[in-house]
């Protein structure tokens, strides 16, 4: 079940990279974690204060600490896409 949902979220984003039309979309990828203000990429320099403007996909509950996959679009929105979760350091 978890290898048909990892390929479904790969399409997912090949589809969302290629588009509706022949002109690629560029979307970036990045982790992040859940703060109380908002969402804090990994790539913010440490100390930044989390972002408060950004979209989460339906269905997606997250939690203050939970990390999360992230993708910015053309028009430089940030989307929380899915919860990261499993053993590691990188996980929540």
């Known amino acids: 079940m978890k290898q048909d949902g990892r390929k479904n979220f790969i399409r ?6 290629k588009g509706n039309n022949s002109s690629a979309v560029n979307i970036t990828a990045e982790l992040g974690t859940m ?6 990429p990994d790539s ?3 100390g930044s204060e989390p972002d408060d403007d950004y979209l ?7 939690a203050e600490g ?3 996959l ?9 989307i929380v896409v899915g919860k990261v ?8």
């Open 12 to 17: 997912m984003i090949e589809q969302i990279s």
């Open 44 to 46: 913010y320099p440490e």
């Open 85 to 92: 979760e499993g053993g590691g350091d990188d996980a929540g």
């Open 56 to 62: 989460v996909l339906s269905g997606i509950e997250t």
């Open 66 to 68: 939970d990390r999360v």
């Open 35 to 40: 703060k109380a203000g908002g969402v804090l």
């Open 70 to 78: 992230l993708i910015w679009t053309d028009a430089e929105e940030l």
